[in-house]
């Protein structure tokens, strides 16, 4: 079992940055792959990045490319999500995802794959 604290959200202008946190409870965090999803207002949960489980591999949603970074600190427990350039469209409540899949993050990109979420951080970006 683990449990998944996000926080870091909040109301920014088009142009800033934030920086999302989502920590997790448990002795065995090295050993899921983690993801980070959004969901906006009337639409479907979307993918927006993920992490192997080791940190060597991730992958993105062609959206926020270049854009957004998702790294973890095992030693902490914490995955992050730093997100430059924002853009009014990324405006959505964002949720932190732990899977027991163990292969490269490009595998790990539904989020059918995942079995434990946050309660979600909302992000609003404003033009």
């Known amino acids: 079992q683990v449990q998944l604290v996000e926080s870091g959200g909040g109301l920014v202008q088009a142009g800033a940055s934030l920086r999302l946190s989502c920590v997790a409870s448990g002795r065995t965090f090295s050993s899921y792959g983690m993801g980070w999803f959004r969901q906006a207002p009337g639409k479907d949960r979307e993918f927006v990045a993920s992490?192997?489980?080791?940190?060597?591999?991730?992958y993105y949603a062609d959206s926020v490319k270049e854009r957004f970074t998702i790294s973890r600190v095992n030693a902490k427990n914490t995955v992050y999500l730093q997100m430059n350039s924002l853009k009014p469209e990324d405006t959505a409540v964002y949720y932190c995802a732990a899977t027991t899949i163990t292969t490269s993050a490009r595998y790990i990109s539904v989020a059918t794959d995942y079995g434990y979420w946050g309660q979600g951080t909302q992000v609003t970006v404003s033009s």
């Open positions: 992490i192997s489980w080791s940190g060597l591999s991730t």
